[in-house]
């Protein structure tokens, strides 16, 4: 199950400036899947109840941010 956003959204520039409102469509909630691959996570969305209801998905791939 994923979560629900507020409206409140602030973007941070690669400039490091920060600017309030979403990048582009503002996003209403998140789940975390792991998956091996894109595509394959892609697939697991297809069967997300959000799409019955006329709404979409953004997949998004991860990377680890672990110091080295």
Do not use: H, W
């Not at 909630?29 to 892609?42: H, N, Q, R, S, W």
């Amino acid at each position: 199950m994923g979560n629900p956003f507020s409206g409140a959204v602030n973007k941070v520039k690669a400039d490091g400036t920060v600017a309030k409102g979403p990048i582009g469509q503002r996003a209403t909630g998140y789940t975390i899947v792991e998956a091996a691959t894109l595509d394959k996570a892609t697939k697991m969305a297809k069967g997300c109840p959000i799409l019955k209801s006329g709404g979409q998905i953004a997949v998004y791939e991860t990377f680890s941010m672990q110091p080295g």
